[in-house]
């Protein structure tokens, strides 16, 4: 019979700790009571992805823990741990290109592509070429596309102001501009993206990083990396040393941006910390860069029991997952992973090794460190979590 916990974190430093109950409140306990119950015992500690705010962190712990719904197995662990972190990437993408003067954008540099696409290649030699051909295309088809009200209220672009953390308007770019930039732009990309990779996700992210827009974002996801980087130096470390001391194995499993907290965490631990038989790691679907992972490897090699499973999705079924949504609307035509590469990493393209296409250009190089793993059901960057198939073999 295994009990479950939640350790509720804000940059590291935990706020809160709860016995998971299928019904009733949810009583507080002390570490001590949690160090208590993995005395000799195993541990598993879960780390929710970075897409969801504490209420959904909270309700998914519940389930994973077997209160209805899809869960780890019955008897995996004496002790469940499900560590809830705070994050909202998607409300900083609300509305940017959907529904927006941008969405309008997007489609017109669309338009210019789809008339050229055919026989001879993306463009046609009879279209604009040069910028001031190009300026001149884009000035008079964004005329006849938007409305004087949209012309009005947009000739600014919507810009975060770093210091006071307020969104305010800003002479960032006229819409022209950004239409050019982001043409030029795509046009560099052609023959350097994955096979079959989506004409219209490669034109939303190229209008993104040209409206500077995707600045929200980058900041936004920059951010949830510092929060999880801040869990090796926050109380956190103390404690999951503790934990880690009292135990007789400890299974870290990492979902997206949670596989960068496990990396962050490892990579702080003391030469010395550990026999790496008892410390076991699992990614799903990890948000980590490829040069993230190889700056912990030595760290993983050390103090970790390898090789380490790494669960993802197929490149084809990665460029296939429409999960991305603002109010039940796919704004995205393709997985976080891949907005995170081309959009919120620096630099660009940021080569994120939970995407298959990174990820199988390494094999040889991480073999013995890791495994890979597509051979399951899961269909969806956010699904990991949620894939019975995946859990049954943590």
């Not at 479950?4 to 001590?32: K, L, Y």
């Not at 195993?42 to 504490?54: A, K």
């Not at 010395?272 to 490829?290: E, W």
């Not at 993983?300 to 079924?317: G, I």
Request: hydrophobic share 45%.
């Amino acid at each position: 019979m295994s009990v479950a916990f939640t350790v509720t974190t804000q940059r590291g430093s935990i706020q809160a700790r709860n016995t998971i109950q299928c019904a009733g409140t949810a009583p507080h306990v002390t570490e001590q009571d949690i160090l208590s119950a993995a005395r000799s015992g195993r541990v598993l500690v879960h780390f929710h992805g970075g897409l969801i705010d504490q209420a959904t962190g909270l309700r998914i712990a519940s389930r994973l823990s077997g209160c209805g719904g899809v869960h780890y197995p019955a008897g995996r662990a004496e002790v469940q741990l499900y560590v809830v972190w705070q994050s909202g990437l998607l409300d900083a993408l609300k509305g940017i290109l959907e529904g927006s003067v941008l969405g309008k954008v997007v489609k017109t540099i669309m338009n210019f592509f789809g008339a050229a696409r055919g026989a001879v290649g993306w463009r046609a030699t009879a279209l604009p070429d040069d910028d001031v051909s190009l300026e001149r295309y884009y000035r008079r088809e964004l005329q006849e596309a938007l409305s004087e009200q949209d012309l009005e209220a947009n000739d600014l672009l919507l810009e975060e102001d770093a210091r006071a953390g307020q969104k305010s308007f800003t002479a960032a770019a006229t819409l022209v501009t950004v239409a050019v930039n982001a043409t030029r732009a795509i046009l560099a990309r052609r023959g350097r993206n994955p096979p079959d990779y989506s004409f219209e996700a490669m034109v939303r992210e190229e209008v993104l990083n040209a409206s500077r827009l995707g600045l929200i974002g980058a900041r936004t996801w920059q951010q949830m990396k510092e929060d999880a980087a801040a869990h090796a130096t926050g109380n956190f470390m103390d404690f999951f040393k503790q934990l880690h001391a009292v135990s007789k194995e400890v299974t870290l499993v990492g979902h997206s941006t949670g596989a960068i907290l496990i990396a962050e965490l490892i990579r702080a631990l003391p030469a010395g910390f550990t026999d790496r038989r008892k410390l076991k790691v699992a990614f799903l679907a990890p948000a980590l860069t490829v040069n993230g992972l190889n700056a912990c490897q030595q760290a993983l090699r050390r103090h970790v029991a390898l090789p380490f499973p790494v669960y993802l999705m197929k490149s084809e079924v990665e460029m296939g997952d429409r999960s991305i949504t603002w109010g039940g609307v796919n704004f995205y035509p393709g997985s976080l992973l891949q907005l995170v590469n081309f959009v919120f990493e620096s630099p660009l393209p940021g080569q994120v090794m939970g995407w298959a296409y990174y990820a199988d250009q390494h094999r040889q190089e991480w073999s013995g460190l890791l495994t890979l793993h597509t051979d399951h059901n899961c269909t969806t960057h956010g699904g990991f979590d949620d894939a019975q198939d995946v859990l049954d073999r943590i």
